[in-house]
DNA sequence: CTTTACTCGGCATATACATGCATTATGACC
DNA sequence: GGTCATAATGCATGTATATGCCGAGTAAAG
């Protein structure tokens, strides 16, 4: 069976929503279907989703999907995802402090993509060789970077 | 019962969503709920809508909540449900004509901000002393634009 | 002090989006 | 071709957001 290739099909989304006034995805499916894309909601969910997408509020109850600059400002988050992937060995928590343990050498590197963050929650970081001590306001902070950090080692 | 007031709160949740990582409204609801504002996830929601903030997906599953710099941009948007609800007195379509009746004399200043949307499925407007007609790509168009007109007028 | 009009917010629910799981397609390798 | 690993997708459902309706609060008008 013929299928356009999903690369294909998310250039296509991301032409739509510019555009026309578009707000579910729903509708997003639907125009795709007059094109010959036939996909469910959840495939675009999940395009929407790698495509970084965001569903503007018009203020009076209405919303646009839009293609956002902001996703360039957000890339610091996929950096670090990458390098956590490659190098991140192990994840812990004591009160307000992460201890981030790396591949022996890549702790300063790893350190320095989490102050990029630039997270309010995150008071400071310091690296030794294979050590990182995040240090966050307070344990519940600390407890939500863990869970957020622990996510991208998935 | 003291309740602080709702501009006080959305300043609030505005300040939260910059400072802490956020992706679902019950999430703010209980970060206010700390400060001592207790709403629930249904003001939020309306909250949200009002500053306009997006839900910005980081292209992982997960998702952040952040005030935007597209809501200037799309203040036209704002301008002309302003207007619509002065100045327009009745919407019709035929085809793929939209015809907007105005108070008599302000056909032009309602145009004008219509021109300004800048959409695409929109092919020109014309305006005389108190009739504006749209002229969109197609009838399909023209009826989209005409329910996001109408409902402006609400 | 009433009446009226309007704003706000909760509750319940509708609508919309996300996702675990199973299935099928795709491609690399033998 | 057959086998394996990976990616893509649908289905069903879980989770999240939006909203109709109603009641409470407030202010202006009478």
Same mark, same amino acid.
């Given at each position: 069976?013929?299928?356009? $290739?999903? #690369?294909?099909? =998310? +250039?296509?989304? !991301?032409?739509?929503?510019?555009? #026309?006034?578009?707000?579910? @995805?729903?509708? /997003?499916?639907?125009?795709? $279907?007059?094109?010959? /894309?036939?996909?469910? @909601?959840?495939?675009?969910?999940?395009?929407?989703? !790698?495509?970084?997408?965001?569903?503007?509020? *018009?203020?009076?109850?209405?919303?646009?999907?839009?293609?956002?600059?902001?996703?360039? =400002?957000?890339?610091?988050?996929?950096?670090?995802? =990458? +390098?956590?992937?490659?190098?991140?060995?192990?994840?812990?928590? &004591?009160?307000?402090?992460?201890?981030?343990?790396?591949?022996?050498?890549?702790? *300063?590197? /790893?350190?320095?993509?989490?102050?990029?963050?630039?997270?309010? !929650? /995150?008071? &400071?970081? %310091?690296?030794? =060789?294979?050590?990182?001590?995040?240090?966050?306001? &307070? *344990?519940?902070?600390? #407890?939500?970077?863990?869970?957020?950090?622990? $996510? %991208?080692? #998935?």
């Amino acid at each position: 069976m013929y299928m356009p $290739s999903k #690369e294909y099909r =998310q +250039r296509v989304i !991301e032409e739509l929503v510019e555009r #026309e006034f578009i707000s579910t @995805q729903a509708e /997003i499916a639907e125009h795709l $279907s007059r094109r010959g /894309i036939n996909v469910t @909601q959840a495939t675009i969910s999940r395009d929407v989703n !790698e495509l970084r997408l965001v569903r503007l509020p *018009a203020g009076n109850g209405q919303h646009r999907y839009r293609s956002t600059p902001l996703a360039a =400002q957000e890339d610091v988050v996929g950096e670090l995802a =990458q +390098r956590f992937k490659l190098f991140v060995r192990d994840l812990d928590r &004591g009160e307000n402090l992460l201890v981030v343990t790396t591949d022996e050498g890549h702790a *300063a590197g /790893i350190a320095y993509v989490v102050d990029k963050l630039d997270r309010d !929650e /995150i008071v &400071g970081t %310091l690296a030794g =060789q294979n050590t990182i001590l995040v240090v966050c306001r &307070g *344990a519940q902070q600390a #407890e939500a970077l863990l869970d957020e950090f622990e $996510s %991208l080692l #998935e």
